[in-house]
């Protein structure tokens, strides 16, 4: 496997800013700051956020970037969602964290439904018996998996690639390979098991470069292309430049085409919804947990 060491370096870090994460979302915290302390503990370990950290609260499943407006955590369900790369080589993980107290079985019907996956893999398996085990774990608990988020695999600067690893059976044959980076990630939900797009996009990512006339916006584009590709938090920019500059920049860039929006994923009956994620190097044996706590 090509860069073997910066992949174990990416998810090292990757692990340490979970469970970092994980200890300040707390009652009375400040989803903003949480968000910030989570990237400055990234780059201090010497790696880079793959996408913007995500924390997702409740019925939202996945794809919650905190914006201007923040949010004090009091008796949420959480999913911090958070990823780092080295050269491009990256690291993905999740974890669930409830706050209320009450939602100990859904937290860890995600938890086991990974473990269950994880014991699966090597090469050679079908994607189809990952999500078998997956869904076992979770309808065992009397819970849905979310049928249409999936886990995925990994490569240079790209969050999203094939494999695509289903949160339950769908008869895909497709095999995982020796060497191949995978992120398995199940979602558990006392809902239907179905997301949907829900709200504005407060993360983006460029898609294609082309030519802006406005100096101002071409100067954010500059500052976007710097990114490497990735996907980038509207909260980044604003740190930089005017935020009804960044409006209006994003929304041309979006309607040329330039980049692309992620708008929050929410469960379609607003089911309360957990994950847990890892970071997986399939060998022919099984697999290394590359995302597993020190």
Not at 106 to 127: D, F, K, M, P, Y
């Amino acid at each position: 496997m090509e860069d073997i060491e910066k992949w174990r370096k990416a998810c090292s870090i990757t692990a340490e800013a979970r469970e970092y994460g994980k200890s300040l979302i707390v009652k009375g915290a400040s989803m903003k700051d949480v968000s910030s302390k989570i990237e400055d503990k990234i780059a201090s370990l010497g790696g880079k956020p793959a996408f913007p950290a995500q924390i997702s609260c409740d019925h939202i499943a996945a794809h919650y970037c905190v914006d201007e407006d923040d949010i004090i955590f009091d008796s949420q369900l959480a999913k911090l969602d958070l990823g780092v790369h080295i050269d491009g080589c990256i690291g993905d993980t999740a974890v669930s964290v409830d706050l209320s107290g009450r939602n100990a079985e859904l937290v860890n019907a995600s938890r086991e439904a990974l473990e269950a996956a994880i014991s699966t893999v090597r090469a050679g398996v079908t994607v189809s018996v990952i999500g078998r085990a997956i869904q076992d774990v979770i309808t065992g608990k009397g819970f849905a998996p979310i049928r249409n988020l999936s886990g995925h695999g990994l490569a240079k600067y790209d969050v999203h690639t094939i494999p695509t690893i289903p949160n339950f059976e769908n008869g895909d044959h497709t095999k995982l390979e020796d060497g191949q980076i995978v992120a398995i990630e199940p979602f558990a939900t006392t809902g239907s098991g179905v997301i949907q797009e829900a709200g504005n996009a407060t993360v983006f990512m460029l898609v294609q470069k082309r030519p802006v006339r406005d100096p101002f916006v071409r100067a954010i584009l500059q500052h976007i292309e710097g990114y490497g590709g990735v996907p980038f938090a509207k909260r980044w920019l604003v740190k930089k430049f005017p935020k009804l500059k960044v409006n209006l920049a994003l929304r041309q860039m979006m309607q040329l085409g330039i980049i692309r929006d992620f708008p929050p994923l929410a469960e379609r009956e607003k089911g309360l919804v957990s994950q847990a994620e890892h970071t997986l190097l399939v060998t022919k044996e099984g697999c290394e947990v590359l995302t597993k706590k020190e």
